[in-house]
């Protein structure tokens, strides 16, 4: 009986996905076209399968097509490690592939619901997960005992940027070198943009994130070496002239599946214990990696398909402006989130805190669509899939699902974002006014967005405070009337 040919999705392009026999790649143009997306995240994707399909060689079968069924429709030869979305489980399944289960996590799919079945009906907390995955793989563990003595970090790891600092002053990331094949994936976006057939929104810059294994390894041994140290302190802050600060840019490449999240892990682990990295930095980056990155996997499909579009606990119903669909950063006056998108369209990119406490902190205050919101996310960034931005979008940033992933939403007013970046010195907008032609959208939006959603939140413990705030503010009403008015970014 001839060998199975195992067919690899662009989640699933390193040797962890790969046992050695006949593969086969496929690179299907109607994907590229279902919405607007990213130009960036469009060269990425098929420069990566296309590399992939260059490294492998004659054992791999790759083809170019308009859709998935020109290729796979009638084999029986195929098999599959379960791919990353429901759309694609449910296809593979339906051409009769034989189905391994995934890769790519710390916590297969198993052991989670092992785990989440012990939980005799207790909400699944992140912070439980992320203590039981270190007892069982021992990830900066001694004995039965955390690290230095305590499971978590953070405290340790929410400094302002340095006064006066244009930059962190750190080397620059390394960045990839293009070649022949990027070449050809460029010519055939301009040429399929042209044709109608896509719809590309962003810069055309030059690629930014690796698209191979070795590529891959190179952007974490740089991240390693030169930003790890200082990724704990500075991992909240924000400065307008350093869009990278101390992040590694690992999250495209280990969600093409070029790193071994362990692998990853235990790298930096091991930074910590030969003395040469501080353990706030190195813990904050691995309950990155093994805790919440596996953790919202597992939440996508615990939580069930349905999850991002029957949930709107705050009844959110504005569309998104056209400001966020085409990344015009220009016609936005807040600095804040003109920067943020300005990052997002050159770059495909933005770290933790400009996604969920500028762009997601502004979409909750105004009341976006959560599932059109969540699309937005998945088609705009590099790093972007359905199982990325279920819990990130609908749950914590968006507080869509009226609690099941945060226990209160992440909406916070200027004082926030000027205490951990520097754009509000030379913002039109001032963080410390909520009322007249200066109020910062974000302070006077913050009391805009308590007004509105006071008879969902006001019985949440965690916003006793701020709505007895609410209650005292003597010009509630003129600043709620202000912000329904409000038609600029």
Known sequence: MPARRRWLFAGQLGSQFDDGGPVLLIEARSVFGRRPLHRAKAHLILSALRHRAAELGDRAEFHQVERYGDVVRGRTDLEVVDPTSYRARRYVRRIGATVLPSRGFVTSEADFALWAGSRGGRRLLLEDFYRSVRQRTGILMQGETPAGGEWNYDAQNRHSPPKGAVTLGLPDPWWPTEDDIDAGVRADLDRWQAAGLVR??????????????????????????????????????????????????????????????????????HEYEAGRAPLASVEGFVRQIIGWRDYIWHLYWHLGEQYTTTNNALGATAPLPREFTELDFAAIEANCLSHAIEGLHEHGWAHHIQRLMVIGNWALQRGYDPAALSAWFADMFVDGTPWVMAANVIGMSQHADGGIVATKPYASGGAYIHSMSDHCGGCRFDPKVRLGEDACPFTAGYWAFLDRTEPVLASNPRLRMPYAALRRLPDRAAVVAQERQRDRL
């Open 200 to 269: 590309l929104v962003g810069a055309d810059a030059p690629r930014r994130f690796a698209v191979t294994e070795a590529e891959a390894n190179l952007a974490l041994d740089d991240f390693i070496g030169s930003r790890l140290n200082d990724f704990g302190p500075f991992e909240d802050a924000t400065l307008t002239g350093d869009w990278t600060m101390a992040h590694s840019l690992l999250s495209a490449p280990l969600n093409l599946g070029l790193l071994d999240p362990r692998e990853v892990v235990d790298a930096v682990a």
